[in-house]
């Protein structure tokens, strides 16, 4: 039953203090915008289409966009800023935002329509390379087989010559795997079998809720959180088990990485030691916007011929094949330099997650600098050659990305997601209230409760945000005349 403002009679002669406003942001930072003109027209123009056609913010079209196209890139180029510095262009983002805010539909303009399109054609010639396989495979069973007949023939006739030889053939790889950029299955096993042999560019790492992702890396392997920290820096890596004959070698361990998750669910993972995992990601929390139902659908075509340039990026051939290093331009170095010392100098004043959100940021700035140096190329019309250094155009842009965005972007992040549970709470509630009113003017529990607001499902909670809203003077509780406790607003002081 629905409770009304004629079923009380708050008391006039009662002092109520002006309520606390501040509950409402509760020392959560105001997200940065997303500065999309970095992507030049072309880009800037389907990401604002995407998320217009997804009814979300920019950013989370742009965030799967930077980790699909780093992926893409892979080990096939690597940026060097000197001899003892290259990096994997391999990037990790995550989107951050509570259910219905958009995170999904911004990535799937992408995710659905445009990357199966792009493995379909990575895959285009390995129905061959599968037979030719298993033609040698055959052939090398039959040697084997007539050698194995011509050793037991001549111990049975107790030939004195000398023995048969084993046959010259050619050497039998294992059997190939379908190549593919995405990967959902997360095991070490198979991610770790896949980057060896069907996908040495590297893969993407796609999860829609990380938090899960996150927890289930040591469920079957204690090493398994450290698997994947080693996952980001394209390092040579051995997986040794005693169920494999012989250990996987993966000469290039880089994967890029998307996912998404909700800001109670980050709060699990905050609750872990800082042992650099979180401190990978590049995080977009952005503010919802008004939902509506876009008319003009994302351009795939176009976004499918631009990423395709990227597949046909190669490795160097050799044993194993090796990443191609494209140098940043000689003007680039000093803007690396004043970047690289402007973070150490704020690590030095920070902890915690932000602290080795601040280590990793100059890594952020010359891995983001080649994603946008080829992100501009591959939407080039007409024959262009792939860019063979890193302008400084590209590292002032990564550095403004880094700087204005996703360094206030973690500070949101790790400060704001990792405020006490009540205050979340509470700031929820208040909020909720600001929006009604002056409609609003009674407070019920369970009424809240129908709402599904973000952390508000259970009894408790609702009670716990109530309650900080008593103390705030945002609530004050009265007896209702049908019985029962209800809470009045501030839009009923008149």
Same mark, same amino acid.
């Given at each position: =039953?629905?409770?009304?403002?004629?079923?009380?009679?708050?008391?006039?002669?009662?002092?109520?203090?002006?309520? $606390?406003?501040?509950?409402?942001? !509760?020392?959560?930072?105001?997200?940065?915008?997303?500065?999309?003109?970095?992507?030049?027209?072309?880009?800037? !123009?389907?990401?604002?289409?995407?998320?217009?056609?997804?009814?979300?913010?920019?950013?989370?079209?742009?965030?799967?966009?930077?980790?699909?196209?780093?992926?893409?890139?892979?080990?096939?180029?690597?940026?060097?800023?000197?001899?003892?510095?290259?990096?994997?262009?391999?990037?990790?983002?995550?989107?951050?935002?509570?259910?219905?805010?958009?995170?999904?539909?911004?990535?799937?303009?992408?995710?659905?329509?445009?990357?199966?399109?792009?493995?379909?054609? =990575?895959?285009? !010639?390995?129905?061959?390379?599968?037979?030719?396989?298993?033609?040698?495979?055959?052939?090398?069973?039959?040697?084997?087989?007539?050698?194995?007949?011509?050793?037991?023939?001549?111990?049975?006739?107790?030939?004195?010559?000398?023995?048969?030889?084993?046959?010259?053939?050619?050497?039998?790889?294992?059997?190939?795997?379908?190549?593919?950029?995405?990967?959902? $299955?997360?095991?070490?096993?198979?991610?770790?079998?896949?980057?060896? +042999?069907?996908?040495?560019?590297?893969?993407?790492?796609?999860?829609?809720?990380?938090?899960?992702?996150?927890?289930?890396?040591?469920?079957?392997?204690?090493?398994?959180?450290?698997?994947?920290?080693?996952?980001?820096?394209?390092?040579?890596?051995? #997986?040794?088990?005693?169920?494999?004959?012989? /250990?996987?070698?993966?000469?290039?361990?880089?994967?890029?990485?998307?996912?998404?998750?909700?800001?109670?669910?980050?709060?699990?993972? =905050?609750?872990?030691?800082?042992?650099?995992?979180?401190?990978?990601?590049?995080? *977009?929390?952005?503010?919802?916007?008004?939902?509506?139902?876009?008319?003009?659908?994302?351009?795939?075509?176009?976004?499918? !011929? %631009?990423? &395709?340039?990227?597949?046909?990026?190669?490795?160097?051939?050799?044993? /194993?094949?090796?990443?191609?290093?494209?140098?940043?331009?000689? @003007?680039?170095?000093? &803007?690396? @330099?004043?970047?690289?010392?402007?973070?150490?100098?704020?690590?030095?004043? +920070?902890?915690?997650?932000?602290?080795?959100?601040?280590?990793?940021?100059?890594?952020?700035?010359?891995?983001?600098?080649?994603?946008?140096?080829?992100?501009?190329?591959?939407?080039?019309?007409?024959?262009?050659?792939?860019?063979?250094? #890193?302008?400084?155009?590209? *590292?002032?842009?990564? %550095?403004?990305?880094? @700087? @204005?965005?996703?360094?206030?972007?973690?500070?949101?992040?790790?400060? &704001?997601?990792?405020?006490?549970?009540?205050?979340?709470? +509470?700031?929820?509630?208040?909020?909720?209230?600001?929006?009604? =009113?002056?409609?609003?003017?009674?407070?019920?529990?369970?009424?809240?409760?129908?709402?599904?607001?973000?952390?508000?499902?259970?009894? &408790?909670? #609702?009670?716990?945000?109530?309650?900080?809203?008593?103390?705030?003077?945002?609530?004050?509780?009265?007896?209702? %005349?049908?019985?029962?406790?209800?809470?009045?607003?501030?839009?009923?002081?008149?």
């Amino acid at each position: =039953m629905t409770t009304s403002s004629a079923d009380f009679e708050p008391d006039p002669t009662v002092f109520w203090p002006a309520p $606390d406003m501040s509950v409402l942001r !509760d020392g959560e930072r105001p997200p940065p915008e997303f500065p999309i003109d970095i992507f030049d027209p072309g880009w800037a !123009d389907w990401i604002a289409g995407a998320a217009e056609a997804a009814a979300c913010p920019v950013d989370y079209v742009a965030a799967p966009l930077l980790a699909s196209v780093s992926g893409l890139i892979g080990n096939a180029r690597w940026p060097q800023v000197a001899r003892g510095w290259s990096e994997p262009p391999h990037l990790w983002l995550g989107s951050v935002g509570h259910s219905g805010n958009g995170k999904s539909p911004g990535a799937d303009s992408l995710m659905r329509s445009v990357l199966p399109e792009i493995e379909r054609r =990575m895959a285009a !010639d390995f129905p061959d390379k599968l037979r030719a396989w298993q033609v040698l495979a055959e052939m090398t069973k039959a040697a084997s087989e007539e050698w194995k007949q011509e050793v037991r023939k001549a111990v049975k006739d107790k030939d004195k010559k000398s023995p048969p030889q084993p046959p010259l053939t050619q050497k039998l790889g294992p059997e190939p795997e379908e190549p593919r950029l995405r990967q959902y $299955d997360s095991t070490i096993e198979k991610v770790a079998a896949l980057l060896a +042999t069907a996908a040495p560019k590297g893969l993407l790492i796609i999860r829609d809720e990380i938090a899960g992702w996150f927890e289930s890396m040591t469920a079957y392997n204690q090493a398994g959180r450290s698997f994947w920290i080693e996952s980001y820096g394209g390092r040579p890596y051995r #997986v040794e088990r005693q169920k494999l004959a012989q /250990p996987i070698v993966i000469p290039h361990h880089a994967v890029a990485v998307y996912g998404s998750t909700q800001p109670d669910k980050l709060v699990r993972l =905050m609750k872990d030691a800082d042992d650099g995992l979180l401190a990978r990601f590049l995080w *977009v929390w952005p503010d919802p916007v008004e939902f509506h139902i876009g008319q003009k659908a994302p351009g795939i075509a176009c976004a499918i !011929d %631009a990423l &395709d340039k990227l597949r046909e990026l190669d490795l160097v051939p050799g044993d /194993p094949p090796t990443p191609l290093m494209v140098p940043l331009a000689d @003007e680039a170095i000093a &803007d690396i @330099e004043e970047f690289g010392r402007s973070m150490q100098r704020r690590q030095a004043w +920070t902890s915690g997650f932000l602290c080795s959100a601040y280590g990793k940021a100059r890594g952020w700035v010359v891995r983001l600098s080649l994603v946008l140096e080829y992100l501009w190329w591959c939407a080039a019309s007409g024959f262009v050659e792939p860019p063979t250094r #890193v302008s400084e155009r590209a *590292v002032v842009g990564a %550095a403004v990305l880094v @700087e @204005e965005y996703f360094i206030p972007m973690a500070e949101r992040v790790y400060g &704001d997601v990792g405020l006490p549970e009540a205050e979340r709470l +509470t700031t929820t509630l208040a909020r909720w209230i600001w929006r009604q =009113m002056p409609a609003l003017e009674i407070v019920n529990a369970r009424e809240v409760q129908r709402h599904k607001l973000p952390g508000l499902r259970a009894a &408790d909670k #609702v009670a716990t945000a109530i309650n900080g809203l008593i103390e705030a003077d945002w609530l004050r509780a009265v007896r209702a %005349a049908r019985g029962g406790s209800v809470w009045i607003t501030p839009s009923t002081r008149s």
